[in-house]
């Protein structure tokens, strides 16, 4: 399935259909609970890391209740009988939801109607109920096996077979409802306190970003969306440390334009001790620094010391004037659409930024400035 294009064409369709219409609207929960004469039921908002009582009724023998609220975009609210006994239904604007449960089996068996959202969350609610029963039921059969590995190794295998039919269901869901708000529980489901059902980053992105299209106020969509750049973070982060860790050739690789047109290779400069310094003609830091590369450049250019310099610029004029005013005679690259690729790669979060490759290719120093780098410089080159 083209993934993109289902994003782009949801985005269109949902923004069509709800981007006109964010006023709060009144909504409406009732339905009948068996066999709960005399207890309490709550209904709650469930926020981001909290919830908060709305509204309580004390069941008669009939069962009957109804709540109703405000909202303006789809929230998740909580039906409670007891800390253990949840209902979690998903509501929008103006919605007529409808529930109908019995106390002995309170979360695990109920039917919910008026409201798409609530109906996604059962269906993940409901295949998670099912694979933890399997899990639980093939742990205990590893636990009663654990003298005959044979055994134990055919539980194991289809412990974990099961986990990854969880995974797929959960990822096909998020793939295929990337505007639903039910996607938010797929995200967040667990098999356990440290290990989440969907693991992958691109499934993640997918959600984050359709969601903060549509409902860039809920926190709940804020919550996600800073969660996976910062998931993000981590990994690009973790793959720059496994890159500096290697032995030998381990900058990834640069191909970018310069001001002619004409595409230069960070690789093409192997043999020689390289600053991959990352700028801007806008920043002025970078100007700044400019000065202090052109003394170090003209001090070692002729011992084997090389510069390439990547601009996250998108105007040429602006850079190229930047070069000719700075007087930087070393290579400049730059796709005039922010280089994002080269900053990914290297994790750059600010300019003006920088890293030291030795002749072999090796990063061997980073954010090296003024009388740092002259020093660094002294010790290779000298």
Wanted: proline share 2%.
């Amino acid at each position: 399935m083209n993934y993109s294009r289902l994003i782009i064409a949801g985005v269109t369709a949902v923004i069509f259909a709800v981007g006109c219409s964010k006023e709060q609207g009144r909504f409406k929960v009732n339905g009948k609970v068996t066999h709960a004469d005399g207890q309490t039921l709550y209904f709650e908002e469930l926020q981001v890391a909290s919830t908060s009582t709305l509204d309580s009724v004390k069941l008669e023998s009939d069962g009957e209740f109804k709540f109703t609220g405000n909202t303006g975009k789809p929230a998740f609210y909580l039906l409670k009988l007891t800390q253990n006994q949840l209902i979690t239904l998903l509501i929008d604007s103006l919605e007529q939801v409808v529930v109908e449960a019995d106390a002995a089996d309170f979360h695990r068996n109920y039917k919910v109607e008026g409201s798409l959202g609530s109906a996604q969350v059962k269906i993940l609610n409901d295949h998670w109920y099912k694979t933890r029963k399997k899990l639980d039921s093939l742990q205990s059969l590893m636990n009663m096996s654990a003298g005959n590995p044979e055994f134990v190794n055919g539980w194991s295998q289809m412990y974990d077979s099961v986990k990854q039919e969880q995974t797929e269901f959960s990822r096909k869901f998020v793939m295929e409802n990337p505007f639903s708000m039910a996607s938010v529980l797929a995200v967040y489901q667990k098999f356990d306190d440290s290990e989440y059902i969907i693991k992958d980053l691109h499934t993640l992105r997918v959600a984050a970003s359709a969601l903060n299209t549509v409902y860039p106020n809920s926190g709940h969509v804020k919550a996600l969306y800073q969660n996976t750049i910062d998931l993000l973070k981590q990994e690009q982060n973790a793959k720059l440390r496994q890159i500096i860790l290697e032995k030998g050739e381990n900058s990834p690789e640069i191909v970018l334009p310069d001001p002619e047109g004409k595409e230069v290779a960070l690789s093409s400069f192997r043999g020689k001790v390289v600053l991959l310094q990352f700028w801007s003609a806008l920043d002025r830091n970078s100007r700044i620094q400019n000065e202090a590369l052109a003394e170090a450049y003209r001090k070692y250019k002729n011992k084997g010391f090389e510069i390439y310099q990547v601009s996250v610029d998108d105007n040429r004029v602006e850079w190229v004037d930047a070069i000719d005013q700075d007087k930087l005679t070393w290579t400049n690259v730059g796709d005039m659409e922010g280089s994002n690729r080269a900053l990914m790669l290297y994790n750059i979060q600010n300019i003006p930024y920088n890293y030291l490759l030795n002749d072999e290719g090796e990063i061997i120093a980073q954010n090296l400035t003024g009388p740092r780098l002259d020093r660094v410089l002294s010790e290779l080159l000298n």
